[in-house]
């Protein structure tokens, strides 16, 4: 029997996992600087980091796709397929989830009866690394129906680091949701002195860990005390996702990101590093972060100062 995973595009992974695995993206409605354009996470759309093509955040947003494109997704790949198996971003944060329950339920029973969604209670790398886990544990033949209760039990063990590099950027963004939280004083005053926050997205909530001067200063403090958390503790899989809004390079070529690599490797941890998608950077802003892992532990805890 085999099984299909869909994700939106908000969930970043190597392009080497779609080709290796029967995973494929659930598209984005994405509008862009006024035009309107379906988000499949494709190299089409690489020539907006390149070239930096973006513009305020008022001026971007976001939606699920149309009911009848996410139909036929849904229903191809149930046609194809023994299994299909959904996983959203958190629920709270997205519409995805609500756009594709009524779809399932308006499908046949003999199709809809293949499709299971989850709702991964994290965003970004979070998402991706509930994503990986799903596919490793398919591929060790766990049943559909384990599998699901499996990434159920985990889910809200996911935690997610993001720092931004553009808070005004993610002022207006909240400003869209109606979050109150991040106040046009607090994001000016913070880009203009150089304070970066690292964000904490765990079980479905945010909130502010720290306040680091300088966002390089605050990736590597992130990198750092995850590097020093997997040298003392497990993780509950042996997944690390990093997603970054701009060039790999700028990951890559940091000490803190190599120190990290080799202490995964020691250790069996593969870290998914992977370019965010359009989707993903329209919510966190350019050159933004995120790290996601599972494990029991608040991994900030152990931080290298």
Known sequence: MNMQLLIDPSCDLPTSIYEKYNARILPTLLKL????FLDYRGDQYSGFYRQKKYVSGKKVDTEPAPQDVLTKELTEAAKANDHVLVITA???????YFRI???????????????KVVDSRSLFAGESVLAAHALALWQRKHDFTGLRRKLDAISDKIYCYMVPADLMHVRERAQKRGDTDVSWLSAALASTIDVCPIVLFKDEENKTLDKVKGFNNAVDKVLNSVSNFIERKPLLCPYLSITYAGGLEEVTERESYQQLLQKAKERHIKILLAQMSLTSTVHIGLGGFTLGMACDDEPLNYVVH
């Not at 958190?90 to 995805?96: E, I």
């Not at 329950?101 to 499709?115: E, G």
Request: hydrophobic letters at 25%.
């Open 90 to 96: 958190c629920r709270k944060r997205s519409q995805t």
């Open 33 to 36: 600087n006024g035009k309107e």
């Open 101 to 115: 329950q009524p779809i399932i339920q308006s499908l046949q029973d003999t199709v809809a009866a293949k499709i």
